[in-house]
């Protein structure tokens, strides 16, 4: 699929602080984030700033806490026998969705741990990564990095396209588009579009791939809601589009 938003080219280094806090700030007036989140100083301490990284960190911690899950089943088994089915599938599929503060976020800052144990391979066959590679919200290498695909300004279209561009194109109009496979399947438009063929997926949160149709109409409504279009408005392929989803049932 290919998209018809209009960009600007972006740099593939990561943000500055400038440039982070303002998509920050669009995220907050969008109420993608809680208005006292990355705050760059605590008032009343002696603290002269709060890292990006911590505060990425706890972004990701909140929604991936197992006891969320625990809870969420406990109870909802109260509830009457012919409503849980219908009530679970729609809670833990809209569970295995990320918001849309944590879609943008997602791998566009260096990870500060040597070694991570969670960071994907530089050359997965088929793109066949597991899902523990998914799970650090922080880039490794050239292949996981992203850029980040909004700027700051709600009323603009994307930073850069979600598709590839053929091999042959030179650098700079390259840059207008995805760069890897996580700069595809993250973007916006492309996350959660997809069904999940993965050979070694158990469900993850980080999946970017849906495994049922709730969980698409989920990041459908959370794209409608935060981009301001409908997601099918972007692509030249309606029927398919779904046909995709009626398949997908």
């Not at 991570?116 to 880039?139: H, I, L, M, T, W």
Request: net charge positive.
């Amino acid at each position: 699929m290919t998209t018809n938003s209009t960009h600007t080219t972006s740099s593939s280094n990561p943000p500055t602080d400038d440039q982070f806090y303002a998509i920050i700030q669009r995220l907050k007036n969008q109420k993608a984030l809680p208005h006292d989140s990355f705050i760059k100083e605590l008032p009343f301490f002696n603290f002269s700033s709060i890292s990006k990284e911590s505060q990425i960190k706890e972004l990701f911690q909140e929604t991936s806490d197992p006891n969320i899950y625990k809870s969420l089943i406990r109870n909802i088994m109260t509830l009457s026998d012919e409503r849980n089915s219908d009530l679970l599938t729609k809670r833990l599929s809209a569970m295995q969705v990320m918001g849309f503060g944590q879609i943008i976020l997602y791998k566009v800052l260096p990870c500060c741990e040597k070694d991570c144990p969670n960071g994907p391979r530089e050359v997965a066959p088929r793109n066949q990564y597991k899902d523990y590679e998914y799970s650090c919200p922080f880039y490794h290498h050239d292949k996981d990095k992203r850029r980040i695909a909004i700027s700051p300004k709600i009323e603009d279209e994307f930073v850069y396209k979600a598709n590839y561009l053929a091999d042959s194109k030179n650098g700079e109009e390259k840059e207008k588009h995805s760069l890897n496979y996580f700069e595809s399947m993250y973007h916006p438009l492309y996350y959660k579009m997809f069904k999940c063929k993965r050979e070694y997926c158990n469900f993850s949160q980080f999946c970017p791939f849906f495994h049922s149709e709730e969980e698409k109409k989920t990041w459908d409504n959370t794209f409608s809601n935060f981009i301001r279009k409908d997601r099918v408005s972007y692509v030249k392929d309606k029927q398919k589009y779904y046909e995709s989803s009626s398949n997908s049932q």
